[in-house]
């Protein structure tokens, strides 16, 4: 509680840093898309092009080696390119339907260069030169920007978000996608499948890199908030070690990590927001029910909530397969109703935080495909809903300056984020995304 009045008297200091934060994202509000300049009219030209391009594409008896041995190039010459392909990506590693364009002399059978798709985000151009082969690569250009949203809950989190009428121009796959780091951001604080409640609302600051189709190809979340039955819940992203990895923090600079994640399945897997009721008849003759049920389909992967080692699994009664994990600090999870196991795990295994240790069933008794999950300190079961668990460790006291403009600024821009439509800060393309071309020889 302290913290949250010391937050609302931040704020005007907030607020007054976000002119800073704001003077330089307001300059292009809306998306940064490269414009086309002015040119007056011009004299239609007809201009042949001195190059032919013929497209081929690979498949699974179609090698890029055996397109080259189709050229009239000479076995050394396909060796010298194939060489200075490697130098950027493995010509055995290029995946059916690869677009290998071949570009000739017009009206000859003399290869000029090579054009090589690797990914969607990636071009290796070959060039011939007076010593052989050159090789380069293109990067698609993609720019970042910062998305600001945020809304009000009033079913689950699931659809207040992919349903956002500020995202609309965002694809679904990616809007799923920020719900899932969402989750990942609030894994230790929250069971987002169980503890959401309608009213609940949420604000985040979201980074990504976009291509020109507008589609994402990664993301971060810098900051965001989830007021969980009136109880606002803060994650402020900081890269303490500069290795952008980084962790998530709370206003105060406690981290968010803990020994134990909520949930042993991730959110976007469970189906049991679509329909809760499913399991009542289980939950009514498991007396007494000292687990938290989830409804997922058969398959789903069962996580460790916790860094352990497997003490028990194998079939256990009516728990059907199971795996018991031993922890730290006299704590015990158990995993039931299993339809199998992932296949590294065994009795004696040392496991992970988030590992994957086995796959949603029906197995022992159970009416439907779902995971029964227990939590157990010293003998007795706890609820994992409830259960306390120490913080990692806080911001260190050398790091706190730039911890502190870094909190400033991505609260700034929480601020700002709407119950409504989105704000967009663009900015510019940083200089490694922009078309780079490296030249090696
Ligand atoms: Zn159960």
Redo the contacts with the bound molecule.
């Keep these: 509680m302290e913290r949250i009045l010391e937050f609302a008297r931040n704020r005007l200091t907030m607020i007054g840093g976000l002119g800073g934060v704001l003077g330089l994202g307001f300059v292009s509000v809306g998306p940064l898309v490269p414009t086309t300049p002015e040119a007056g009219q011009l004299e239609p030209l007809v201009a042949v092009s001195a190059e032919e391009v013929r497209t081929e594409v690979l498949s699974s008896g179609r090698t890029f080696g055996g397109i080259l041995q189709q050229t009239s190039l000479s076995g050394n010459e396909q060796q010298g390119l194939l060489l200075a392909f490697r130098e950027h990506a493995s010509p055995s590693r290029l995946r059916a339907g690869t677009e290998v364009s071949l570009r000739f002399v017009r009206g000859t059978e003399q290869l000029r260069g090579v054009d090589v798709t690797v990914s969607s985000d990636e071009l290796v151009r070959l060039e011939r030169s007076s010593f052989g082969w050159n090789s380069s690569v293109e990067r698609t250009p993609v720019w970042v920007d910062t998305l600001a949203v945020g809304g009000v809950i009033d079913r689950d989190l699931w659809t207040a978000v992919v349903l956002n009428p500020a995202l609309d121009e965002m694809p679904r796959g990616d809007r799923a996608q920020v719900i899932h780091l969402l989750d990942r951001v609030f894994q230790w604080q929250l069971d987002f499948s169980r503890q959401i409640q309608r009213g609940d609302s949420y604000r985040l600051v979201f980074e990504r890199r976009v291509r020109p189709d507008g589609s994402m190809r990664s993301g971060r979340i810098l900051a965001a908030e989830l007021v969980n039955s009136g109880n606002p819940l803060y994650a402020i992203w900081f890269d303490l070690h500069g290795d952008d990895v980084g962790g998530y923090y709370d206003l105060a600079g406690e981290s968010l990590q803990r020994a134990f994640i909520r949930a042993p399945l991730e959110y976007r897997r469970i189906s049991s927001r679509f329909n809760r009721n499913r399991y009542h008849p ?1 939950l009514k003759v ?1 007396r007494p ?1 000292i ?1 938290v ?1 989830y409804a997922a389909g058969r398959g789903t992967p069962v996580m460790a909530t916790a860094n352990g080692v497997v003490t028990r699994r194998g079939v256990n009664g009516g728990y059907g397969n199971s795996v018991e994990i031993t922890h730290a600090n006299g704590f015990l999870t158990r995993y039931a109703h299993l339809n199998g196991f992932a296949s590294n795990i065994g009795v004696g295994t040392r496991v992970s935080q988030g590992q994957v240790i086995g796959y949603v069933g029906m197995t022992g008794l159970a009416t439907g495909p779902h995971l ?1 999950y227990e939590m157990h300190r010293n003998g007795r079961a706890v609820d994992p809903m409830n259960i306390d668990i120490p913080a990692g460790d806080p911001i260190p006291l050398e790091a706190r300056v730039s911890w502190t403009q870094d909190l400033q600024e991505r609260v700034a821009i929480l601020q700002v984020a709407p119950q409504g439509p989105v704000i967009r800060l663009a900015e510019a393309a940083l200089p490694d995304l922009e078309t780079v071309t490296e030249d090696r020889r």
Excluded: E, F, K, M
């Design positions: 289980i498991a029910h687990g049920d029964h």
